[in-house]
Structures are given as structure tokens and as C-alpha cells.
């Protein structure tokens, strides 16, 4: 196993064949290495498929004074740890150890958020020149970086320059041409248990692999499957030292090493910027990043947060989708001109009642199916995620994410579970997937049981705030009452389930403008996938609620829950709707809503029904996902809990408002 | 493509594989990016066509420059 892997790319001979020096270009995607590239080479470069691969990379020649070099511009790659097949297809390029020059080519606007990979590369000791590209731009927003000293922190040449301009490529030739090896970089300190794994790791790793010893140790650590493959495959060698000492590892260490890993790389490169690199003066800082720190910030953060909330969820998805579009598609198009039709045609023409019965009439596939999916759920989807793709252009859910971190810590998550909390409002079953991404398994049971538990998808949450816009009292009850639910319970399991409070950092991107092209195909694309999904469901469920009722079985449910329904004050109707909900959640809330626009709903049975349909049992897919990602003793565990406490809930919000005696 | 939560670059393929285990058979017009888990809708793909076009374009005047 420790032969070398040459490139071999198609199209022209190799360093290696021809005798050329190599120079490598790595760095992240869109910061100017294909314009440094063709700055270095000229117009003539091979462009081919890495060996084995589907990965694109470029090779030419540069000729600085005297000497010809060959050129391989890489995919790009924002660390060591491959997690793409393009960050492997670079990183084996570099493991290749064939290269005389690496040019990690960074963004010197976002020099920060780079210089984590810098410092891998050092410490993998490559012969790395940092490559400052778009320096004319950074200096136009007012941007300082002192180049001497953080050649002096990084113990490696770097350049400034501007690879569209040509500005300073000169200094990078002659420094590519005098390229000597350092004699001693800095090494970063990972703290005792790393540090311990490391010294007892590195010695016995290969020295041919094209990276330092420490380097493939610290790769081997956070789980890179490559390395270890290799590793655990050399023969003649046991394992158990290394599954020991990596046992030993993630006992001591209390969050996984991967992202211990990365937080000290980014806390160094943080340390390091902060000497090196002058961001623009504070009276110069635009408003979009004045407005991206507000957005972070507790004290202003909120009230941004609520306003969003107001405008684009309350306004635009429940007054104008839920409100405007559904009443016109419902009661001016569905009840005034196709309900009476299909109800007639059918009486007119077909004689059985079954048959009558699946296609229209009470609960027909037209009638009802039909009805639901295009007159309540199809606006009030799309509204939501008109409002949901611009939020999401701007760059703002990240920023949701570092804001919510503080109030998810006190409940046992980090700002990490925003991401599947934010899904949960598109689609729970799907947001539960997601919930696999959390670091712990303590995290995952917690976000699981809270989206299954308080957090509506999209159509569920659109259809309530349809049915709560009129009765703002029965919304606060709603907001407040599901606000507390999912803070209270997420305290108490996080109390029950004892684990380390994990810590969040993540990379924030620019703050923006929505973009009208990219609003519109988020929204058509959601649109496209939400109702290719739902119509098919919707037509089931009317179905089944046919077979139900040619059986008898409808009936017999119904009955039963009516019970429950008058236990939390609401009329036996209701049953239904709850009925419904077990199919799909949103298949529910336009039960329910059907309802409230038939006027059978007080304001106090309008908030009872919603927070308790909002609480009740998952659908049938996200119990199937929940299956799936936790277990089926974990899923019926939450599910069994969930179905006595929605009710539970729902009956002691209809005690409070009768002792009360408020009425909304 | 790029993520609309992290705004790290991948392909179709990379977020594909993260697919494997869901239930919905293949069948939904999400990607999921193998970065930080986030799901957006697929691109069509005469989007993903001209990005690459765009791409090659820009490659190549900045070779004529």
C-alpha cells in the first residue's frame, strides 16, 4: 500500500515524465484560481478528467525566466478532510507529493475564513506560497493586510496580488522561482488529549504519503476514511494500538475531534488576523454589514427577527395566501362553480353511491383531495416559500442560527439544530433527516422530539396562521403556548438526558440582496416538489377515508374521538380534521380550517384545535423518518408521548380559558 | 451549485450520495449539502448547463486577456 499514485491526468505528459518542476494550485472555490491559472499558463492548458473520476482539472506550462514549469490547477477545496470528490481528487493531488510549489490561493477579502486550510497545509509540510488574490479589491474596501508579518506567523512566502489586473504576479514568479523549503514553521497546539493521540500516532505513519506524519495522524483522527483505509490495511500490522489509542481519544475528548479540530485551526486563524489583517475603518463599514452584526446581536436581533417574522410569515403567508388567494380559490372558484358541478354531473350520471362517494360529494377525491391541495394548501405553500426562498438569499439564516445558539444551549442544542428546526417549518419529516447532522446523539434525540412534538411544517403553520388571523388573542395563545411547549420540554429532556453542552461556530457568509432570478427557481422548484408530493397523498387519503367509510371504520374512529374532542371543548366535527391529521398534518390544519370558515369554531375552540393539532402525533411519513434515523423504540417511544400530551395540553388550555373565563 | 445556508460550492454527484438513505424513493427535487446537511431544491438542469457555460466562458476570456 505505500506506492505512490501518480496523477496521470490525460492529455499531456506528467512533471514526472517530462522533467518539469510542478507547481500546484489549490484553495477554495470562486477566489480567482482559474484567472491566476491562465495569468501563469496562457491560453494553451489541457483540460481532463482526473484518473477514475468525473472531476475536471486543468494542466499548462509557466515559463518564469529560464525555467519551464508544469502547472495543475485543482478543484476546489475548503479543507484537508475531503468531503466532496472534489476536495479528495485535490487532496490526493497534493498527497501525490509531486508538487516544487503549492499556491494556495485565497480570497484576501475573506482572508479569515481561508486561512484555516493555509495552516493544514503548512503543517502537512507542502512547500505552500499564500497567494493574496484580488488585493486591488480589498484595498478598495478599505482593507489593510500586513504581508510581512503574516509571512513571519506563517513561516511561508506570500504574495498580494490581482490575477484579472496582473498586479503583483511578477513578485509571485520571482517568488516561486527562488522557492526554498523553510526550515522550521510554526505548529499549531491542539491541546493535551490531541496533542497525546498525535505524538503516539505520527511516528507510525508512512513518510511517502506526500503530507508530514502529523498531518496524516491528525487526518487519521477526525475520521478521514481514505487514511484509515490505508492504515488499517497495511499488512503485517496491528491494529488494536490505533483502535485503542482512538478509543481513548473520543472518551477523553468531550465533542468529536473533527470539530475540536477545526475550531482551534479557526481559532488560530482568527488569532492570526487579528495582527495581520485591518478590516475597514468603522465609519466606512457598509450597511450590509452594519446590518449583518444586528442581525446577531440579542438586543437587535430579536426585534429583526420579529419583524421578519411579521411581514413574512403573518402578513404575506397568512393574511395574503392563507387569507386573500385561499378565500378566492375556495369559496369563489372550488364551492361556487366546481364543487356543484362534480356533484352534479356525478348524480346525473352515475348511479352507484360508492362511486359517487369516492369522487366527490362529502369527502370525494375531487371534492376534498383535490380541493385541499389546490384551494387551501397549494397559496399558502407557495407564499410561504416566496417568503422563505427570499430569506434564505440574503444570507440571513445563518445569522438565525448564531442568534438562536444562546436560547438552544439553555435547552441542551446548539445553533447547529437551527438548520433542521428551520426545515421543520417546510417539512418535519424531512427536517428530521436532517437532524442526523447534529453532532451528539443527545442533540439528535432532542431535535427529533421537538420537531415531531411543537415545530408545524410549512402548509400546517400557513393554514393556522390563516385561521388565527382574524382572532389575534387566539394567536398570542397559540404563539405563547407552543413558544413555552418547545422550550419547556426541550429543558426538560436536555435535563433527563445528561451530555455536554456542545459549542457552535460557523463560517457567516455576505449578507445580500435576494436575487429575483434565484428567488423565483427556489420557489418554483419548492412549489414543483411540494405538489408532486402532496397530490398524490391528498387523493390517497381520500381514498382511505373512502374504504373507511364503505367499511364502517370512519364512523367507528370518528365516534371515538369525539370523545376526546368534547374532553378539550371541541365539537365532535372536529374528530375529522384529527382523523385527517394522522395522514398528513397539513391534510388536518384545512380540515380544521374548513371548519373555522363554516363558522362551527369559537375563538376558544379555534385556539384549543390549533395548538393541539400543532402538538399532535407526526404524520405518517415523519414517524416512518423517525423510524428510520432513531429507532423504532425511540420513534413509538415519541410518538406514544406526544399523543396523550397534545390532547393533555389542548384539554388544560380549555379548562384555563373556562376558569378564567376569557373568551377570545 | 451553491449551498443557500454555508454558500460552499458542490456538485449534484457530492449531495446525491447523501440521498442514499432517504425514504423518499428517489422521488423529491431536493439536494442536501454534504457540508452542513442544509436542503434546497435541485437546480433544473439548463440552470446547472449555463452555469458551466458561464464558467468555461469566463476561463477563457481570461485567458485572451
Not at chain 1, 365 to 379: M, S
Request: charged content about 20%; aromatic content about 10%; glycine content about 8%.
Amino acid at each position: 500500500m505505500s506506492q505512490k499514485r501518480g496523477c496521470g491526468c490525460q492529455g499531456g505528459p506528467t512533471s514526472e515524465e517530462s522533467g518539469l518542476k510542478k507547481i500546484v494550485m489549490v484553495g477554495n472555490p470562486n477566489v480567482g484560481k482559474s484567472a491566476l491559472f491562465n495569468r501563469l499558463t496562457g491560453s494553451y492548458v489541457v483540460v481532463s478528467n482526473y484518473p477514475g473520476t468525473t472531476v475536471e482539472m486543468s494542466r499548462g506550462k509557466c515559463r518564469i525566466g529560464t525555467e519551464e514549469f508544469n502547472v495543475e490547477d485543482t478543484p476546489g477545496m475548503y479543507s484537508l478532510v475531503p468531503i466532496t470528490e472534489e476536495e479528495r481528487v485535490s487532496r490526493d493531488i497534493l498527497r501525490d507529493g509531486g508538487a516544487n510549489v503549492v499556491l494556495h490561493v485565497v480570497d484576501a477579502k475573506n482572508l479569515k475564513r481561508m486561512l484555516s486550510l493555509t495552516l493544514q497545509l503548512v503543517e502537512a509540510d507542502l512547500p505552500v506560497v499564500l497567494v493574496l488574490n484580488m488585493i486591488d479589491e480589498a484595498e478598495r474596501l478599505g482593507i489593510r493586510i500586513d504581508t510581512a508579518l503574516l509571512e513571519q506567523k506563517l513561516g511561508i512566502p506570500v504574495v498580494a496580488i490581482s490575477a484579472l489586473s496582473g498586479k503583483g504576479v511578477d513578485s509571485l514568479k520571482e517568488k516561486i522561482a527562488s522557492y526554498h523549503h523553510p526550515q522550521e514553521t510554526p505548529e499549531i497546539y491542539y491541546g493535551e488529549t490531541i496533542e497525546g493521540a498525535l505524538n503516539a500516532l505520527a511516528p507510525i505513519m508512512p513518510v511517502d504519503r506526500g503530507l508530514s506524519q502529523r498531518a496524516l495522524a491528525l487526518l487519521l483522527i477526525q475520521g478521514d476514511a481514505a487514511i484509515t483505509e490505508e492504515e488499517r490495511a497495511l499488512e503485517g500490522r496491528s491494529t488494536d494500538f490505533l483502535d485503542a489509542t482512538l478509543a481513548e481519544l473520543e472518551e477523553r475528548l468531550e465533542e468529536p475531534v473533527s470539530y475540536a479540530v477545526a475550531m482551534i485551526l479557526h481559532q488560530s486563524a482568527v488569532n492570526i488576523c487579528t495582527e495581520t489583517f485591518a478590516p475597514p475603518a468603522s465609519k466606512s463599514k457598509s450597511f450590509a454589514n452594519r446590518l449583518s452584526s444586528w442581525t446577531m446581536r440579542p438586543l437587535t436581533g430579536v426585534p429583526i427577527l420579529l419583524l421578519v417574522l411579521y411581514f413574512g410569515l403573518y402578513k404575506f403567508v397568512g393574511e395574503f395566501g392563507a387569507g386573500t388567494i385561499v378565500d378566492f380559490l375556495e369559496a369563489d372558484i372550488f364551492e361556487v362553480y366546481l364543487n356543484p358541478w362534480i356533484n352534479g354531473l356525478l348524480t346525473t350520471y352515475v348511479p352507484w353511491a360508492p362511486v359517487r362517494d369516492l369522487i366527490g360529494m362529502d369527502y370525494g377525491i375531487i371534492t376534498l383531495g383535490i380541493r385541499y391541495a389546490i384551494a387551501i394548501i397549494l397559496p399558502i405553500v407557495g407564499t410561504f416559500f416566496i417568503a422563505f426562498s427570499i430569506i434564505e438569499d440574503t444570507g440571513y439564516l445563518p445569522r438565525l442560527a448564531l442568534l438562536v445558539d444562546r436560547i438552544f444551549k439553555k435547552i441542551g442544542l446548539n445553533g447547529r439544530a437551527v438548520i433542521p428546526m428551520t426545515l421543520g417549518f417546510g417539512c418535519d419529516t424531512m427536517a428530521t433527516m436532517v437532524t442526523r447532522t447534529l453532532e451528539t446523539k443527545r442533540e439528535r434525540i432532542i431535535a427529533t422530539l421537538l420537531l415531531a412534538l411543537a415545530i408545524p411544517c410549512s402548509a400546517q403553520l400557513g393554514v393556522i396562521l390563516g385561521m388565527v388571523a382574524e382572532k389575534p388573542a387566539a394567536m398570542g395563545v397559540w404563539g405563547g403556548f407552543m413558544l413555552f411547549i418547545f422550550l419547556f420540554v426541550g429543558f426538560l429532556t436536555a435535563r433527563l438526558m445528561p451530555g455536554d453542552r456542545p459549542n457552535f461556530y460557523m463560517e457567516v457568509p455576505p449578507l445580500r440582496m435576494p436575487r429575483p432570478g434565484a428567488v423565483f427557481m427556489k420557489t418554483y422548484t419548492r412549489m414543483q416538489w411540494y405538489f408532486v408530493e402532496i397530490l398524490p397523498l391528498f387523493i390517497l387519503a381520500s381514498v382511505l377515508i373512502w374504504l373507511g367509510k364503505i367499511t364502517a371504520t370512519f364512523d367507528v374512529v370518528v365516534s371515538w374521538l369525539s370523545h376526546v374532542m368534547g374532553w378539550i371543548g371541541l365539537p365532535k366535527e372536529a374528530a375529522v380534521a384529527f382523523l385527517f391529521g394522522f395522514f398528513r398534518r397539513d391534510y388536518g390544519a384545512a380540515g380544521l380550517f374548513d371548519l373555522q370558515q363554516a363558522g362551527a369554531l369559537t375563538g376558544n375552540q379555534l385556539a384549543v384545535a390549533v395548538i393541539t393539532l400543532t402538538l399532535f402525533v407526526p404524520c405518517i411519513a415523519q414517524f416512518l423518518i423517525m423510524k428510520k434515523e432513531r429507532g423504532l423504540k425511540m420513534a413509538c417511544a415519541i410518538a406514544l408521548f406526544i399523543f396523550p400530551f397534545a390532547f393533555a395540553v389542548g384539554g388544560t388550555v380549555n379548562a384555563l380559558l373556562n376558569l378564567t373565563g376569557i373568551q377570545l | 451549485m451553491i449551498c443557500p445556508f454555508c454558500r460552499k460550492e458542490f456538485v449534484a454527484k457530492d449531495a446525491k450520495k447523501e440521498c442514499r438513505s432517504c425514504s423518499s424513493f428517489g422521488g423529491c427535487q431536493k439536494v442536501k449539502c454534504p457540508f452542513c446537511g442544509y436542503e434546497s431544491p435541485r437546480e433544473p438542469e439548463f440552470v446547472e448547463t449555463l452555469r458551466e457555460l458561464k464558467k468555461k466562458f469566463r476561463r477563457k476570456t481570461d485567458a485572451d486577456k
